[in-house]
């Protein structure tokens, strides 16, 4: 056992409401892969200052923390997490003054589009398919179909590494390709403030739903995935590079190359964490001796063997 444990535990519900802490919680239940074992202390707190006590607690003892939303782009692994998994999924409130918004980070991104929609505010369209929340979508500047985050965000509120909650100006984000200064200086993203622009509400909810077509045409919707599994390559496709490589419907265990989007690796049932590091190892090998390019995992890789 970790050292303290039964303090950490006695702790957490002294800080939180009994029922927003469970203790060896499946990950499996909490990530869009359905794969993972259990996380030691699972915590979804609905407000700041629970947030900000099951942190300071975490400092206190030590543990090592993994921020979640929705678990899209995660793959815990089947030994689990050993530390504190936090859900932001409970802080979801939105505030609407005209056409910007201030959304806490557990907001689901697709809720936060279609909202803007029905306010006739256009600039989030894009979003309306992505399977996350608004903190983890800034974090990494999630983007599809020519939209990004970085188009709309107007500043953030984070959590530093010592729990000071501070303000972050659009240029202090530092935006770039599926990534930005509050991932590479690992920050918590708590709020974001969105500029968006006056539109016409069916012509929004028109560009939404021809945006969907495109990705249920293309992406494996009927199966668990993770999104994108590896980074786009320099002047490249991952997708591209591991259909010619003739990977479609490769599989291990219940993990299978998507026959539909190369570069989904996708749950076709009962798979394993496992199953899914042997199976994107083999694609990464076989990609670089044909191709000559090592792709790199867009899929954040966390927990014990």
């Known amino acids: 056992m ?34 993972g074992g259990p996380a030691r202390f699972f915590v979804q707190p609905t407000t700041m ?25 995660l793959l815990v692994k089947d030994g689990g997490y050993r530390g ?40 989030l369209e894009f979003a309306a398919g992505i399977p996350g929340t608004v903190g983890g979508a800034v974090y990494m500047n999630a983007g599809a179909y020519g ?18 909650e501070r303000e972050l100006s659009f240029e202090e984000c530092g935006f770039s390709y599926r990534t930005s200064n509050i991932a590479k200086e690992k920050m918590l993203l708590v709020a ?10 069916p012509q929004i909810q028109e560009e939404m739903n021809r945006l969907m077509g495109l990705r249920k045409a293309k992406q494996p919707l009927d199966f668990p995935s993770a999104g994108s599994f590896f980074k786009r390559p320099p002047g490249d496709y991952a997708g591209r590079l591991i259909q010619a490589a003739g990977l479609l419907g490769t599989a291990e265990g219940g993990a299978e190359v998507s026959t539909l989007h190369a570069n989904f690796l996708v749950n076709r049932g009962g798979a394993t964490a496992q199953d899914f590091l042997k199976l994107a190892q083999y694609v990464v090998e076989t990609v670089e001796r044909k191709f000559g390019t090592r792709l790199q995992m867009e899929v954040q890789v966390v927990g014990e063997d």
């Not at 188009?151 to 590494?161: A, E, G, M, P, T």
């Not at 974001?192 to 509400?201: D, E, I, N, P």
């Open 192 to 201: 974001a403030q969105f500029q968006l622009t006056a539109g016409a509400a």
């Open 49 to 73: 200052e629970q947030l900000k006590s099951a942190l300071d607690i975490a400092r206190e003892y030590e543990l090592p923390v993994l921020i979640i939303g929705n678990g899209s782009n």
């Open 2 to 35: 970790l050292t303290g444990e039964k303090e950490i535990e006695l702790a957490l519900t002294r800080a939180l409401p009994c029922e927003r802490v469970k203790l060896f919680e499946p990950m499996a239940k909490h990530t869009t892969l359905r794969v």
């Open 84 to 123: 504190m998994v936090l859900s932001t999924l409970s802080l979801n409130r939105a505030v609407w003054n005209e056409d910007t918004v201030r959304v806490e980070a557990g907001l689901r991104l697709s809720t936060l589009a279609r909202e803007a929609a029905i306010r006739s505010l256009s600039g």
């Open 147 to 164: 939209g990004e985050m970085s188009q709309v965000v107007k500043r953030v509120w984070i959590l530093d590494q010592a729990g000071t």
